[in-house]
């Protein structure tokens, strides 16, 4: 069983940061892509960013230039740090990642982002 745990999320006034985090754990083979999507009422779920594991990395256009991605493969982990901040980057954002071995995808609980104007 693979579990991903975010953290990281929370309120903050526009202009300023925030830095998520997201942990994989449990039957880990290899770790393909890792990224974030976010998530507001009555829209689809969007790309936010993603990472490979050579460090590669895509931005959605809403966001270039005010976040980056940033991952720890021995840790499993990728962090988003997120600058800049505006209002409309509230949303829930959702940590997935793809299995290298079996190319399935799994999602974490969602961690809550709120700016303020």
């Known amino acids: 069983q693979v579990q991903l745990v975010e953290s990281g999320g929370g309120w903050v006034q526009a202009g300023g940061s925030l830095r998520l985090s997201c942990a994989a754990s449990g039957r880990l083979f290899r770790i393909n892509t890792m990224g974030w999507y976010r998530q507001t009422p009555g829209k689809q779920r969007e790309l936010v960013a993603h990472i490979t594991p050579t460090g590669s990395t895509n931005y959605a256009e809403f966001v270039e230039g005010r976040f980056t991605i940033s991952r720890v493969n021995a840790k499993n982990t990728a962090y988003p740090q997120m600058n800049s901040l505006k209002p409309e980057d509230t949303a829930v954002y959702y940590c997935?990642?793809?299995?290298?071995?079996?190319?399935?995808?799994?999602w974490g609980q969602g961690t809550q982002v709120t700016v303020s104007s």
């Open positions: 997935y990642m793809t299995s290298g071995s079996t190319s399935a995808t799994y």
